[in-house]
């Protein structure tokens, strides 16, 4: 079935940037999706992608997407400590987004 | 604009009791999800309805778990008889319409928990 794997951790120092890698199956995602989840909240839309581009930029945030690789990652320039959080990496059709397991990022300041 | 609220926030329950979740999606949100996220995974889709028809069932366990969303606007999720496995949070989630590119809000979600 489908399948989105991601890196678990990523520490990075406050100032410097982070990149979260995500690989997926699912071919036929027509969007694929970076979400964010704080400690007792609910999953934040970040930005996304449509998959006929390779890049996506905003503000500090950079989505790269390798189609034939079935890699996507996200870059977060000038990393603050306020981006501790997980990041999921998404995709799917129809609405039925596939979730990888997350990416847990610690800034250190 | 409100966002989609969920209640309880927090529950905990013995294994073998019924537990009944309550989510408000945001206004005029036609496509409603339920999402269960065990600790240390990602969400994963339970169901999903447009307006109060069901688009997607194939991952709701229909032995104990059931979901209604009867009026098209507030949803409610069942599990009955509860598992420990059961533990997890749940996450309702909602969107404009259904369908590629519509972007799913998420509520806070409800954190039960089977003992």
């Known amino acids: 079935g489908e399948d989105v794997e991601q890196s678990l951790f990523l520490s990075v120092r406050e100032g410097d940037s982070s990149v979260i890698n995500c690989t997926y199956t699912d071919s036929s995602s027509t969007y694929l999706y970076w979400y964010k989840q704080e400690p007792g909240a609910g999953l934040q839309l970040l930005t996304y992608?449509?998959?006929?581009?390779d890049m996506k930029q905003d503000q500090r945030l950079t989505v790269l997407l390798n189609k034939k690789d079935k890699h996507l990652s996200l870059r977060i320039a000038d990393t603050q400590t306020g981006d501790s959080a997980i990041y999921f990496c998404?995709?799917?059709?129809?609405?039925?987004?596939?979730f990888g397991k997350g990416t847990k990022l610690s800034v250190k300041p | 604009e409100a966002g989609v609220a969920q209640s309880p926030r927090y529950k905990i329950i013995e294994k073998r009791q019924s537990v009944a979740f309550w989510c408000n999606p945001i206004s005029g949100h036609a496509t409603l999800y339920w999402y269960q996220q065990i600790l240390g995974q990602g969400p994963k889709l339970l169901i999903q309805?447009?307006?109060?028809?069901?688009v997607d069932d194939s991952q709701l366990p229909k032995d104990r778990f059931s979901a209604e969303r009867l009026k098209g606007v507030d949803s409610t999720l069942k599990i009955q008889p509860a598992k420990l496995e059961d533990s997890a949070v749940y996450l309702c989630?909602?969107?404009?319409?259904w369908g590629t590119g519509y972007e799913q809000y998420f509520g806070p979600g409800t954190r039960l928990t089977v003992t």
């Open positions: 989630a909602s969107s404009l319409d």
């Open positions: 992608i449509f998959s006929n581009m």
């Open positions: 998404s995709g799917g059709s129809q609405g039925n987004l596939i």
């Open positions: 309805f447009q307006n109060n028809g069901v």
